[in-house]
C-alpha cells in the first residue's frame, strides 16, 4: 500500500535527451510537490499542484515542465537534459489542513 | 522568505547515550509548523516528528522530543537511548500556516550512531 509512489526508482540517461518522471498518491490529498535534492543533500521544492492547479513555480528552468491530469498524478518532465539535473527528485503530497508532507522513495537522475 | 538553519553538518553518538541536534529559523509570521525528517541511506524521507507553533507543549515521539523555543526560533531534536537505526541525516523544515505551502528545508545534519 505505497501512499506516494514514484517511477521510475533510477534513471540514467545522455544529456539531450528527455525524460519523465511519473509520481502517484493513494492519500487523497489535493497538494503534490516536486523537490529537488542536490549532490549536498540540499532539499529545495521546484513545484507544488493543487487539485491540478501550479500554485508554486520556484525558478526552475522552462525545460522542466510539470503536469498534472488529475490530483492523485503529478508528473515530471525534462526536456534537453543537462549535466547539472543530475539529482534526485521527491514527489511528495499533503492534505489542504497543513499536516505534514509525504514523500516518494525518490527519483535518482543521472545525466552521462 | 523564511530560512532554515542547522548549524551542524555532522554529529556522532554512541549507542544508548543522548544527542541534540540544533535547528534555527527565521520568520516573520506567527503560526507555522516546524517538522523534523529524517533520511536513512535508503533515501526514503520519513517524518520523525511535528510541532505546530501555536503549541507551548514540546512534541514527543518515543524516544524523540523538541525543545520548541518560539521566540528564540529554536527547534532542537533530542534523541535518547539512540539506536544504530538512528544513523540518518537529519533535515529540519518550516512551513508556513495557509494551504497548499511548501516546506522549507535546512541543510541537514548527518548523524553517526557508534557501537
Known amino acids: 500500500d505505497t501512499a506516494v509512489s514514484q517511477t521510475p526508482k533510477y534513471l540514467v540517461t545522455q544529456m539531450g535527451n528527455d525524460k519523465s518522471i511519473k509520481c502517484e498518491q493513494n492519500?487523497?490529498?489535493?497538494?503534490m510537490y516536486w523537490y529537488k535534492q542536490d549532490s549536498k543533500k540540499f532539499l529545495k521544492i521546484m513545484f507544488s499542484?493543487?487539485?491540478?492547479?501550479?500554485?508554486i513555480n520556484e525558478t526552475v528552468p522552462n525545460r522542466f515542465s510539470p503536469k498534472s491530469p488529475d490530483k492523485a498524478h503529478l508528473n515530471l518532465h525534462i526536456n534537453s537534459l543537462e549535466l547539472g539535473d543530475s539529482a534526485v527528485y521527491f514527489c511528495?503530497?499533503?492534505?489542504?489542513?497543513?499536516?505534514?508532507?509525504?514523500f516518494g522513495q525518490g527519483t535518482r537522475l543521472t545525466v552521462v | 522568505a523564511q530560512t532554515v538553519t542547522q548549524s551542524q553538518p555532522e554529529m556522532s553518538v554512541q549507542e544508548a547515550e543522548t544527542v541534540t541536534l540544533s535547528c534555527t529559523y527565521d520568520?516573520?509570521?506567527?503560526?507555522?509548523?516546524l517538522f523534523w525528517y529524517k533520511q536513512p541511506p535508503s533515501r526514503q524521507m520519513i517524518l520523525v516528528i511535528r510541532?505546530?507553533?501555536?503549541?507551548?507543549q514540546n512534541a514527543t515521539e518515543n524516544r524523540f522530543s523538541v525543545n520548541f523555543q518560539k521566540a528564540a526560533k529554536s527547534f532542537s531534536l533530542k534523541i535518547s537511548d539512540s539506536q544504530l537505526g538512528d544513523a540518518a541525516m537529519y533535515f529540519c523544515?518550516?512551513?508556513?500556516?495557509?494551504?497548499?505551502?511548501?516546506?522549507?528545508f535546512g541543510k541537514g545534519t548527518k548523524l553517526t550512531v557508534n557501537p
Open positions: 511528495a503530497s499533503s492534505p489542504l489542513e497543513n499536516t505534514e508532507a509525504f
Open positions: 492519500l487523497g490529498h489535493d497538494t
Open positions: 499542484y493543487n487539485n491540478k492547479e501550479l500554485i
Open positions: 520568520t516573520s509570521e506567527s503560526d507555522y509548523y
Open positions: 510541532q505546530e507553533a501555536y503549541k507551548q
Open positions: 523544515a518550516y512551513r508556513s500556516f495557509g494551504g497548499s505551502e511548501k516546506l522549507v
